[in-house]
């Protein structure tokens, strides 16, 4: 045997033994071992031994991935805060790997229509500045932090198949990545518009990522008329950033009162005349029917089903979001209930397989049904549960009594600042 092989055999028993106690103590019925990750490589990891030598010891497929026993794909909030508690047990230095869409190192998602949004003037956010877990008063995990903690990390390359025999994954730019234990962190994509009413037209933003939010910042910099469609917490955050930055905004939405699924008729009452004061103006009860462009091409009004127009040169759309399931439908993981099906313990159907965050359908104890949570919180102790499950001996239901919150106007000079927090049912989506 290689030295190299010696390396993965050792590291891969050492982590067999551990798992395989937490195993037997808590799956019963389907217990499971990860694989221990398998010996292919074309690059060596620097070694005193020559390439020759690696070439003529390895027959099987190559991977690219240095870190083979965990892997997480999707690197926002979830992943961040699983792999702090890899850290914590000492599981993570040349374990763990993350494989993200995204070109920064996890960050905490809700500061993109918060603090993000603000004009240079009054201060906005900024990476490094609320890297994950700085959202719940831990350490600032910098892509340092990272290298630091030998965690691999591959930035802007998705994965787009799985194959879930080989316990391997491909990425858009053809990378083969080998898994022993994979937790699926994939979040949300924000929903879209109809192309054919416009909704893909340029001036047209949706807010999901660092790159979205930049987009939408150069683009106020020219901005005199804001339309924001849809409200719930992204429509009345933008809406309430978008005062910041004095411009003549108008939200629009179908629903009788702004944050429907959370707030009663008299709380909604309440907060719409505090953004009146600020200057926004409501359209309510009805729908966008299409977005028209100009010569230029670029969205000039929006066609309401009421048959009014409204002017704009910007358009900022917040109407929720979709599970990203993507590369995982089709391989015998549940995905019928919208999001990934996994147990209390964050386990899909397949062995060896976990989802966590907004991604994760999962049992909601309290409500006693399946549901997915799309709110940090949630996506912090998701992350947190399932990777204590994997690497102790905790077998404790997840009982979560959903949380969520909100922050507006927190702008410098702002006459008064909004945070409002909100326990329980309604803002969920169940199933
Ligand atoms: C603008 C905004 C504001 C928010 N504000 C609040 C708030 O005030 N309060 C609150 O409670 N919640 C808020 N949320 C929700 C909260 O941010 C999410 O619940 C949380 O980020 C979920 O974490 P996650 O890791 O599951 O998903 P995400 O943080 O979305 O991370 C998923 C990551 O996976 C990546 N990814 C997707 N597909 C692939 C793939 N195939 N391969 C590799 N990578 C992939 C994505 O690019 C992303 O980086 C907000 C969300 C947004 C978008």
Known sequence: MSPAARFWSRKAMASASSFAAAASLKRGVSPWRPEPPALGRTTPRRSSIGLGCFRRSYV????????????????????????????????????????????????ERPALTKGYLFPLEKKPAR????????????ERQTAEWYKEKGIEMLHEDPVTSIDIDKQTL???SGKLLKYGSLIIATGCTASRLPE????????????????????????????????????????????????????????????NHLLQRLFTPSLAQRYEEFYKDNGVKFVKGTSIKHLEAGSDGHVCSVKLEDGSTIETDTVVVGIGAKPAVGPFERVGLNTSVGGIQVDSQFRTKIPGIFAIGDVAAFPLKIYDRIARVEHVDHA????QHCAKSILTAQSHTYDYLPYFYSRVFEYEGSPRKLWWQFFGDNGIICY
């Not at 494989?99 to 996890?106: D, F, G, L």
């Not at 990476?127 to 831990?138: K, Q, Y």
């Not at 930049?214 to 409200?231: P, R």
Request: a neutral charge.
């Open 170 to 172: 491909t990425t858009d």
């Open 380 to 383: 912090r102790r998701s992350a």
């Open 127 to 138: 990476l490094p500045g609320f890297h994950t877990c700085v959202g719940s008063g831990g």
């Open 196 to 255: 054919k009413i416009g909704g893909s037209l340029p001036g047209v933003h949706y807010i999901r990522d660092v790159a979205d939010a930049n987009s939408l910042i150069s683009s106020w910099e020219k901005t005199k008329k804001l339309v924001v469609v849809g409200g719930g917490y992204i429509g009345m955050e933008v809406a309430a950033a978008a005062v910041a930055w004095k411009l003549n905004t108008t939200i629009i939405f179908p629903e």
């Open 60 to 107: 099987a497929a190559a991977f690219d991935n240095e870190n083979r026993e965990f892997v997480i794909v999707g690197g926002g909030n979830a992943a961040g805060y699983a792999a702090r508690t890899f850290v914590e047990h000492g599981m993570a230095d040349g374990r763990l790997c993350i494989v993200s869409k995204e070109a920064h190192a996890p960050y």
